[in-house]
């Protein structure tokens, strides 16, 4: 069943459903890829054989007596940021090594309860910090496409997963890129719905005001099946919009005659690799040949993206991350003379480099004398970022651009060096803090190295930004190529 692999959610969907192999034998499929290749990339950190097995059993006798949805016998990797309920849920960190979640999370449980079974949770940077999956307490994800390469982060697990084909979906987190940047470093097509549209809850929070919650799949038409069951409000989200949910399915196949594309001035000008930016050019072509018009469109305040969000968000991280003080679970220091010890030795040993410097940058924003000059500045700039995009759709459906200036980077090319680390989340970044739907779809390849071309929409525009992909891969097939090691 060597094909099995080869198959988009959708098509192993369809396959299902005409009886032309068994969720179990699908399950096993891909726990025999994990088996034999996640030791080299290390993508996964956990893997629920047993459970996943068990589930897929069950899906077949509701398959058998004709009942179950679109989704019902399919397995997917999560990101393992999101409470699984009597699994291990790390976040990447030694201080959640041993933690394991005694509830499900909202998209976990809605995922389960549309009958899709999770093979294993996904490596991560840890607690979400980081471009290239390196700063995991387990280790650096290696990319699929070259074993020497970073796959992206912090979703870079859930994208290696995908990409190697050891799952045909996975969930990830993107709170300043961490779904679209690893999607464009692996080939895969992934999207970062609305701040609010997807459930926050059980997701363990690195920024509150930025994170959110997507999946990294091989199509849109796979992204729109996924979404789909993912989406809609929860009470126990404070953060979680009560708007309907409709069927993004639906709307894939609409002709783009007389869309208005935004072409994103500043993502075109310096820090972009030339031979990238001309693949994105390529794309765009193909987009006018649908019937697209191309409109240049100015974000002034979007080059103060990458500032602003790099105060926002370590301070929201320094508030969130309060809570890991080994008194009540995760990791705890041996030994400790009192209270105070305990805080620091527990914090001090749990947490990896990148983690302290975010929280130590944070809680000097945070802190009296500064506030006002660094985190009250940053989010008037947010604003300032929010009302740019607010114009640009008023001229245009959708702004397209770069999803990352280069293709993947060696494995410790950038580790030394935060700054330059932090400029790869250059062009995804200014969607979070407008809290906009954005996607990364796969556009062609530099050196054997895949390229991504993002695109952009307005609030809870994920209908249109899915059509504008979904049409783009009926007219191509860069999200059909499996690195060789893998096919």
């Not at 972009?272 to 305040?301: F, H, I, T």
């Not at 947010?382 to 990352?404: Q, Y």
């Not at 249109?464 to 979904?470: Q, R």
């Amino acid at each position: 069943m060597t094909e099995l692999h080869h198959q988009t959610l959708a098509e192993l969907a369809a396959g299902l459903k005409a009886r032309r192999f068994s969720s179990v034998e699908l399950t096993r499929h891909f726990l025999s890829r994990i088996e034999r290749f996640n030791p080299e990339l290390n993508a996964l950190v956990t893997i629920t054989g047993e459970q996943a097995l068990a589930a897929a059993a069950k899906a077949d006798q509701q398959l058998a007596a004709g009942a179950g949805g679109p989704l019902t016998g399919l397995p997917i990797a999560h990101k393992d940021i999101f409470c699984t309920d009597g699994v291990l849920t790390t976040c990447g960190s030694k201080m959640l090594s041993n933690f394991v979640a005694p509830y499900d999370a909202t998209i976990v449980e809605k995922l389960s309860q549309a009958g899709v079974i999770s093979l294993g949770k996904a490596n991560m940077d840890e607690f979400a910090m980081g471009s290239s999956n390196e700063t995991s307490f387990f280790g650096p994800v290696k990319n699929p496409w070259d074993l020497k390469k970073v796959p992206g982060g912090s979703s870079g697990g859930s994208a290696a997963v995908v990409a190697a084909r050891m799952a045909p979906a996975s969930t990830g987190t993107d709170t300043g890129g961490s779904i679209r940047q690893p999607a464009a470093l692996t080939s895969l097509t992934g999207i970062k719905p609305t701040y609010g549209r997807v459930s926050r809850y059980g997701m363990i929070a690195f920024a509150s005001s930025l994170d959110q919650a997507g999946t990294l799949t091989q199509s849109a038409e796979d992204a729109a099946l996924l979404l789909g069951a993912m989406a809609g409000f929860d009470p126990r989200d404070s953060t979680s919009v009560d708007t309907p949910v409709p069927d993004y399915t639906a709307t894939l196949d609409q002709p783009l005659a007389g869309l208005k594309i935004g072409l994103l001035k500043e993502f075109f000008e310096k820090g972009l690799d030339e031979a990238n930016g001309k693949l994105v050019r390529d794309a765009l072509k193909v987009y006018e040949a649908m019937g697209a018009k191309l409109v240049e469109v100015s974000l002034p305040n979007l080059p103060l993206s990458v500032p602003t969000y790099y105060v926002v968000a370590p301070a929201e991280c320094s508030s969130n991350l309060s809570r890991f003080d080994g008194v009540r679970f995760g990791y705890r220091c041996e030994k400790p003379v009192d209270l105070l010890d305990l805080y620091k030795r527990s914090r001090g040993e749990g947490f990896g480099a990148e983690v302290k410097r975010r929280i130590m940058t944070g809680t000097y924003v945070l802190s009296a004398g500064y506030y006002d000059a660094y985190y009250l500045k940053a989010q008037k700039i947010r604003r300032l970022i929010a009302n740019d995009f607010e114009r640009a759709f008023g001229e245009v459906d959708v702004l397209i651009g770069p999803t990352s200036p280069t293709p993947a980077f060696d494995i410790g090319a950038k580790v030394d060096d935060p700054i330059t680390m932090y400029l790869n989340d250059i062009y995804t970044i200014g969607a979070n803090l407008a809290g906009l739907p954005a996607m990364s779809i796969p556009c062609g390849f530099l050196g054997g190295l895949p390229v991504g071309l993002q695109i952009i929409g307005p609030h809870f525009g994920e209908a249109k930004l899915l059509n504008v992909a979904h049409r783009y891969q009926r007219e191509t097939q860069w999200h059909r190529e499996i690195p060789q090691a893998y096919r």
